[in-house]
């Protein structure tokens, strides 16, 4: 990496003069950087300047606005410590708010807290600003909440040199066994900033080996490549092609490529509306439904129109490869960016990344359930996949078992060891999948018995929690996702039996596993009621004596007797599945006898 060197000859009786002017040119030079959003060059200008002028609250401030553009959020955070608590804090008002913010993307949102609580009650914020410190006020209280949504069945991996570098890596997603990410890695030999701008690459990795940049005809050098999805076909790859605009920012416009084993062909640009002269369009995501033989394209874009600054757009391609219209995605649109979308067609879920909802800090991990007609409230991934950083990019495999993304998380390599300047790093995470099957069954015949009620239950210190509740009636089975390292309780029930139920336990259990328990419903007892009288007047007869024997076995057994001297009516209770005889005898009458027997199912 290059590095500025300055040399200055001094003479004893100019020095305050010499270094003022020195300062003041660093601080020029400085400035231009800003303008240019070159902020690395920005930083070494405004430190150069500070070493010069060490008391100059000023140039503090300003190192501490480059330090943060840079994402070197730790140096950032010292400088506006510096300012905010210093004799000239009320010079620079929104010091203490960028202070705030700083703590909130290091994950101490206690003093987080603090910090922009007294820059509100300080009343000199405007409006843009007093909103932005609500928003950073309320990701205080969702990350310290009692209940933080967390993922408790994942394990996460950094990658490793074979696809993470010091620069930006992200956009991961598998293709029929290939694993393909974008990676800022590439640099410009003609390029003369320091650092030097790099270009994205799309790369592609078998098994274990280095990630091997993808061959794109008519690529340059001054293009970035990036975010690449496959059609369900398989014959065409959508990604963007982007440009500098200035030191920071870029513009992406959509392309398609014919794919084949052979590589891809020469990119051709989307039509319009598609790409949007003027705008940014980027972050391509296909996804496929069967139903209709048609696929839509997530995209990501700051187009007019949208409800925010960065929004998530769609637009379908019919089985003849016809576009649509350009739909805003308003379900899921905030006023802030929606970015990086990924739609899981199994679980019908489109993943994203929002700085717009209550979150961790930064970019968080978002999911929304495709109905059929709109996508439900997202929810927040909460941790570990989410940190107090930028995590996003996120792609997950049919199973759902394994998932990659992207985070500038503390694990990252520096782009700027010394400055703790983060890059984004490709994370894979692994989930432990338990699923429970639920098989209920009659006891007696162990026959399936359908429709049954199947409850789920985690057991807790202060008692058993409802956590699912399936009633399936064409079917013996039901299907639950359990958590690692929790104790469970299965009930099943169901009308005309008596309830089964299990202790489950995936204490222990370290990979996925499928855990079937079959629960065996014996039908409730039968009432019995037992009614005597006089077979030729059908008046009561009272006195009668009733013997019931039980005979599945072969073997007369006497389950009830009785002798009813003042009614005609007896009761008792009988099991199901059940022989019996009846034998009802008095003096003066005929005995009567009948044999029947009781059902299995329940249903009497």
Same mark, same amino acid.
Not at 11 to 23: E, G, P, Y
Not at 150 to 167: A, G, P
Not at 403 to 420: G, L, M, P, Q, T
């Given at each position: 990496?290059?590095? #500025? ?28 950087? &800003? ?98 410190? =609500? ?11 009692? %209940? ?71 690529? $340059? ?47 051709? &640009? ?36 949208? %409800? ?34 990924? #739609? ?18 930064? #970019? ?14 997202? =929810? ?5 996949? =989410? ?70 239950? $985690? ?19 039901? &299907? ?125």
């Amino acid at each position: 990496m290059k590095r #500025y060197f300055y040399i200055s000859i001094l003479m004893i009786f100019c020095a305050v003069s010499s270094n003022a002017q020195t300062a003041k040119s660093f601080i020029k030079a400085a400035e231009k950087s &800003m303008l240019d959003k070159d902020y690395y060059s920005a930083l070494e200008y405004y430190q150069t300047a500070l070493d010069i002028k060490p008391n100059d609250v000023d140039v503090q401030y300003k190192v501490a606005e480059s330090a943060r553009l840079f994402n070197a959020y730790k140096l950032a955070e010292s400088h506006y410590k510096m300012v905010a608590e210093g004799k000239e804090a009320d010079k620079y008002p929104d010091a203490r708010f960028w202070l705030g913010q700083m703590q909130i993307m290091q994950g101490n949102y206690s003093d987080a807290k603090v910090n922009i609580d007294k820059y509100i009650s300080g009343g000199k914020a405007d409006a843009r600003m007093t909103d932005m410190a =609500n928003k950073c006020l309320g990701v205080c209280s969702f990350a310290t909440a009692e %209940k933080v949504p967390s993922q408790e069945n994942v394990n996460l991996f950094k990658l490793d040199e074979t696809v993470n570098s010091q620069w930006n890596d992200f956009a991961p997603s598998v293709v029929d066994g290939k694993f393909m990410f974008t990676s800022m890695k590439f640099e410009v030999a003609s390029d003369k900033r320091n650092p030097s701008r790099n270009y994205a690459g799309i790369l592609e990795r078998r098994n274990d080996e280095i990630g091997k940049r993808v061959n794109i005809p008519g690529a $340059e050098n001054q293009w970035h490549f990036a975010n690449s999805t496959v059609n369900k076909k398989r014959t065409k790859v959508y990604f963007n092609i982007c440009t500098y605009i200035n030191s920071a920012d870029i513009r992406c416009d959509l392309y398609v490529s014919e794919y084949n084993e052979g590589g891809w062909g020469k990119p051709t &640009m989307l039509p319009e509306p598609i790409n949007a002269p003027g705008f940014t369009t980027t972050q391509p995501s296909l996804s496929y439904d069967e139903s209709s033989n048609s696929e839509r394209l997530f995209f990501v874009s700051d187009r007019t129109g949208g %409800k925010g600054h960065k929004d998530i757009w769609y637009v379908d391609i019919d089985a003849n490869d016809n576009f649509g219209a350009p739909v805003n995605l308003n379900a899921i649109n905030t006023t802030e960016d929606e970015i990086t979308p990924f #739609y899981h067609a199994k679980s019908k879920t489109l993943f994203f990344a929002s700085d717009g909802y209550p979150g961790l800090g930064g #970019y968080d991990i978002f999911s929304s359930k495709w109905s059929g007609n709109t996508f439900s409230v997202p =929810n927040n991934f909460g941790k570990p996949v =989410n940190s107090s950083r930028n995590d996003l990019y996120y792609w997950i495999n049919p199973n759902e078992d394994t998932a990659y993304f992207a985070s500038n998380r503390d694990e990252s390599s520096f782009i700027v060891k010394e400055k703790n300047a983060c890059c984004n790093d490709i994370f894979l995470a692994k989930y432990i999948i338990i699923n429970l099957n639920a098989l209920t069954f009659e006891s007696a015949t162990k026959a399936e018995l359908l429709g049954c009620t199947v409850k789920l239950y $985690e057991m807790t210190p202060t008692g058993k929690v409802l956590i699912a509740e399936i009633t399936n009636p064409e079917s013996n089975l039901s &299907m639950f996702r359990l958590m690692p390292e929790k104790d469970y309780w299965v009930f099943a029930d169901k009308k005309g039996f008596e309830p089964d139920s299990a202790l489950i336990t995936t204490k222990g259990i370290g990979d996925s596993k499928d855990i079937t328990q079959k629960l065996y419903l014996k039908p409730s007892k039968i009432d019995l009621q037992i009614f005597t009288f006089d077979d030729a007047t059908k008046e009561e007869l009272h006195n009668c004596k009733v013997q019931l024997f039980d005979i599945t076995d072969g073997k007369d057994l006497l389950v009830y007797e009785a002798t009813n001297l003042d009614a005609n009516s007896f009761s008792t209770n009988i099991d199901p599945c059940k022989k019996y005889r009846l034998i009802v005898t008095r003096d003066g009458y005929i005995t009567h006898q009948e044999e029947f027997e009781t059902p299995c199912d329940g249903s009497a």
